[in-house]
């Protein structure tokens, strides 16, 4: 099987499962997000590990899902804010756990399984609130910020090839171009302008400025991304994904993006 066929195989697949999940309701979009922050978590780890450090993958990955877990119950209505308090102490093992592991840079090793939680956990448990806007569950939402994103994907790609020659990043990114970031951001607006008669319980200003988020952060999220990889010499995140690398690579967009869409929904008390 060529590339071409399992990379688009690989896609289709992802996409189908992707919607399938979000669409059908909310616990099997929880169930499905679960297993995505776990394997995201454990691949961020295993990069981390290809240069010499030593993160705490099984405590940092339970951490991970505690703090999914106990977000998606809040936003399930199965228990109210005060299980998320659960969340410190299960941080704060991490300090204690490391008194055990006779390791010559310890708090190396604390900051880089930290940094897993932060950097992957959290904006993927961010979503549970995100998609219980108006304190139901609306896929609605979530579909949306994949149309967003996959249209400045698209659109980046297109104008990149067409007329791309002004580099964004060169030293991290090489083949970002100004003119494809341009071409992603118009095509995303388009988008935006047309989910906004579709999801009207959000005004169309609204998605503007998420749209707006979604491009500006999502393009810098996976320069973030690539910055990692290039810090560690890896093309890939990972394998899980054929023709498409890893967990990182396929959402290091929203990774980046959710905590500033969250946070703006929240301050315009859109929630």
């Known amino acids: ?22 669409y059908w309701n909310q ?22 590990e290809t240069v010499g450090n030593k993160p705490q993958k099984i405590a940092g990955t339970i951490a991970s899902a505690v703090l999914f877990k106990t977000s998606a119950l809040v936003c399930m209505h199965i228990y109210d804010y005060r299980i998320l308090l659960l969340n410190v102490p299960f941080v704060f093992l991490i300090f204690i756990l490391e008194l055990y592991t ?4 310890p708090f190396q090793n604390i900051a880089f399984t930290l940094l897993g939680i932060i950097y992957v956990a959290l904006p993927f448990s961010l979503l549970s609130f995100i998609t219980t806007y108006g ?25 990149g090839s067409a007329m791309g020659k002004h580099k964004l990043f060169p030293r991290v990114s090489p083949g970002k171009t100004w003119e494809g970031s341009i071409g992603g951001a118009i095509l995303s607006y388009g988008v935006a ?4 008669g579709w999801f009207t319980s959000i005004t169309l200003f609204d998605w503007m400025v998420i749209a707006s ?14 910055l990692l990889k290039r810090s560690i010499n890896v093309k890939d995140s990972g394998n899980i994904l054929p023709g498409h690398g890893g967990i990182l690579d396929r959402f290091d967009s929203l990774i980046m993006a959710s905590p500033f ?11």
């Open 1 to 22: 099987m060529n590339n071409f066929v399992k990379r688009s195989l690989t896609g289709i697949v992802f996409v189908a499962v992707l919607l399938g999940c979000t």
């Open 27 to 48: 616990l099997s979009f929880s169930i499905l997000f679960f297993v995505i922050t776990i394997l995201g978590v454990w691949e961020f780890y295993s990069l981390i």
């Open 102 to 105: 006779k390791s010559e840079k």
């Open 135 to 159: 304190g139901n569950y609306n896929y609605q939402i979530l579909f949306g910020f994949f149309f967003i994103l996959w249209s400045s994907d698209t659109g980046a790609y297109l104008a």
């Open 193 to 196: 302008y047309l989910i906004s």
């Open 213 to 226: 988020i979604l491009v500006i952060i999502g393009t810098l999220g996976d320069l973030v991304e690539s």
């Open 261 to 271: 869409v969250f946070t703006y929904l929240y301050i315009m008390g859109l929630f």
